[in-house]
């Protein structure tokens, strides 16, 4: 079953395999650190999640790396806002950030690379591209001439006409119609934090961060570079540019993109006020897992629209899901066997994840609901665990009213049933303890 992604470069499925052997090098923009991230947010660091878990049941071995963006218009605002100094500030939201991931059953990456780390890549590359003229200093900082990029526009299929050649925009965010010459760098500011480098003191801008990292821990090309729709122009577009312009090879083979959580119709997002973060779903009773359930409900190129009413609906069916796991039957190696050409089925179809939850519910054995919960990553392995524990605790207590009616024999026999579970019994003056056998 060859695993086919939607590639936003082409735009078309193509069947993935990584370019060396049975790595793929998989760069995903992270959060920008200025405040907590929202659920929309969240959605595309589920996607990624989701793609990282269908690739390792592949049979991939999958080296990811995370930006967090830690220097940028929006980080320093919000730094001098709160009268912080900016590592504090920013320091603050990234803990908040990886709480998240971790309450979200999102596996780690191999590393979360911060921008204020690799200030020095970002010179580099810098410095390469005036060399190659491709950059050019103003009297406000070093500005990429999109004119000397042949391909620039072509990812985000801007036509020649609505580049505004000459043109230069010095914002780190800005829309498809200003497509003009792009800052690299930012040359000092009164209050600001500045770096020094052989062009003149001062900050990157935000594009250049993820080529920089990128090509610094993965090499050029990456397989697989993700983010959420709203990237593609112009950080994708710019990311593209910076490095091939630099380095003079392909930057990325496949860019995955995942499509937005709306909310009344409209992207959620902080500047238009419509957000929620884990925080508010969570003082409404509701768990982080309730949200990724939500996810899972459509498919990443899909918009997904979020309501309370949803999001309800999502608990219910978790918890309905976690009780079905707890009473279902062993599987037999047979129906496991078909379960999971099933699974890898749906999922290798451009990670049909809703057909995977169809799968689940069809389901009857135990064996199968774990084997798909690798992906969907609602925790129900553990339920397993949290069960057989309380299982044990029942024994426990029932033996220790054998002894107290001094009933030795049935008392033995239950802590020999105990043993086969793998765990010791000892006997403290506080009661009767558990004590995994290592
Ligand atoms: P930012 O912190 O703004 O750089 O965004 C972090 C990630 O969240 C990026 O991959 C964005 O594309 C993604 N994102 C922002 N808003 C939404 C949304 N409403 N739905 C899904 N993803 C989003
Ligand atoms: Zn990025």
Redesign the pocket.
């Known amino acids: 079953m060859p695993l086919k992604l939607y590639n936003a470069l082409s735009r078309k499925k193509e069947n993935f395999k990584p370019l060396k052997g049975k790595t793929v090098s998989f760069y995903a923009?992270g959060?920008?650190v200025y405040d907590f991230?929202h659920i929309?947010?969240l959605?595309?660091f589920i996607f990624d999640d989701l793609l990282r878990r269908t690739l390792e049941l592949n049979g991939y071995r999958v080296r990811e790396i995370m930006n967090l963006?830690d220097v940028d218009d929006k980080t320093i605002r919000g730094a001098k806002d709160s009268g912080k100094k900016l590592k504090d500030y920013t320091l603050f939201y990234e803990k908040s950030f990886l709480a998240d991931v971790d309450s979200l059953n999102i596996l780690p990456s191999e590393k979360y690379t911060r921008a204020t780390d690799h200030i020095r890549e970002m010179i580099k590359i810098t410095d390469i591209l005036l060399k190659k003229q491709v950059a050019y200093k103003t009297k406000d900082g070093i500005y990429f001439d999109i004119s000397k990029f042949k391909n620039y526009g072509k990812f985000s299929r801007l036509k020649a006409r609505e580049l505004k050649i000459g043109a230069r925009v010095s914002s780190d965010e800005y829309e498809k119609n200003n497509a003009q010459d792009f800052a690299l760098w930012k040359f000092k500011k009164e209050n600001e934090p500045s770096w020094a480098a052989p062009f003149g003191e001062g900050r990157p801008g935000w594009h250049i961060e993820c080529s920089a990292m990128s090509v610094k821990y993965l090499g050029m090309p990456i397989d697989i570079h993700t983010?959420?729709v709203?990237?593609i122009f112009p950080h994708h577009e710019n990311e593209i540019a910076q490095a091939e312009a630099a380095y003079g090879k392909k930057f990325v083979r496949f860019f995955v993109e995942?499509e937005?959580?709306n909310i009344g119709g409209k992207?959620?997002?902080k500047s238009l006020g419509n957000i929620y973060t884990l925080q508010d779903i969570q003082s409404r009773g509701f768990e982080s897992l309730d949200f990724r359930y939500l996810t899972l409900t459509a498919r990443y190129r899909s918009p997904l629209s979020f309501t309370w009413e949803s999001l309800s609906a999502a608990r219910n069916a978790r918890k309905k899901l976690e009780g079905k796991t707890i009473s279902a039957p062993k599987s037999g190696a047979k129906v496991l066997r078909k379960f999971r050409v099933e699974l890898l089925t749906a999922i290798n179809d451009d990670l049909n994840i809703p057909k995977a939850l169809a799968l689940v519910w069809k389901a009857k054995g135990k064996d199968e609901i774990l084997y798909a919960d690798k992906i969907l990553g609602l925790g129900l392995d553990k339920l397993k665990k949290v069960r057989a524990n309380i299982e044990l605790e029942k024994l426990l207590r029932k033996r220790e009213v054998l002894r107290k009616g001094k009933k030795w024999r049935e008392a033995d026999a239950i802590r020999n049933r105990i043993l086969e579970d793998g765990y010791i019994i000892e006997d403290t003056p506080g009661g009767a303890k558990l004590r995994k056998v290592s």
Do not use: F, I, S, W
């Open positions: 923009c959060p920008t991230v929309g947010n959605r595309t963006t983010g959420g709203d990237l995942g937005h959580l992207k959620m997002a």
